[in-house]
C-alpha cells in the first residue's frame, strides 16, 4: 500500500525554522520524484519544491527560493524540506506527493498519490 506521512508542522514566529519529512512506504522512493505542495485557507494548492528520483535535479517557487532547501534520503525512505525565514505568508498545510517519474513537475495533477498534510502556522 503506498502511503506518504508528512510531519514536523507547528507554530512558528515569523523569521524562524521547520524542517517537514515525508516518510514513505509500500514503494522504492529511487524511481519516483516528490514534490512538495501548501495550501492556505481559501488558496489553490501550489507547488513549492520537488526533488528528482537522485536528488540532482531541484525546483522552488520563486517566493521560496533561497530560504527553504528539499533534500531527500532513499535509504531512509524520506525527503525533506528545511525551511528558515518563515514569513506569516508561508502559513498552510503542506503536502508531500509522488510523481511516477524521474523528473519533477509544478502542477498537482502529475502526482499520482499525495499525504495527508501537516500544518505550518507562522505567527507572533
Known amino acids: 500500500q503506498v502511503q506518504l506521512a508528512e510531519s514536523g508542522g507547528d507554530l512558528v514566529q515569523p523569521g524562524g525554522s521547520l524542517r517537514l519529512s515525508c516518510k514513505v512506504s509500500?514503494?522504492?522512493?529511487?524511481?519516483?520524484?516528490i514534490g512538495w505542495f501548501r495550501q492556505a485557507p481559501g488558496k489553490d494548492t501550489e507547488a513549492v519544491s520537488c526533488?528528482?528520483?537522485?536528488?540532482?535535479?531541484?525546483w522552488y517557487q520563486a517566493s521560496v527560493q533561497g530560504r527553504f532547501t528539499i533534500s531527500r534520503d532513499n535509504a531512509k525512505n524520506t525527503v525533506y524540506l528545511q525551511m528558515n525565514n518563515l514569513e506569516p505568508d508561508d502559513a498552510a498545510v503542506y503536502y508531500c506527493?509522488?510523481?511516477?517519474?524521474?523528473?519533477?513537475?509544478?502542477?498537482?495533477?502529475?502526482?499520482?498519490?499525495w499525504g495527508q498534510g501537516t500544518q505550518i502556522t507562522v505567527s507572533s
Open positions: 506527493a509522488r510523481r511516477s517519474a524521474t523528473y519533477c513537475a509544478a502542477f498537482p495533477g502529475a502526482y499520482d498519490y
Open positions: 526533488i528528482s528520483t537522485n536528488g540532482g535535479i531541484t
Open positions: 509500500g514503494f522504492s522512493l529511487d524511481y519516483f520524484a
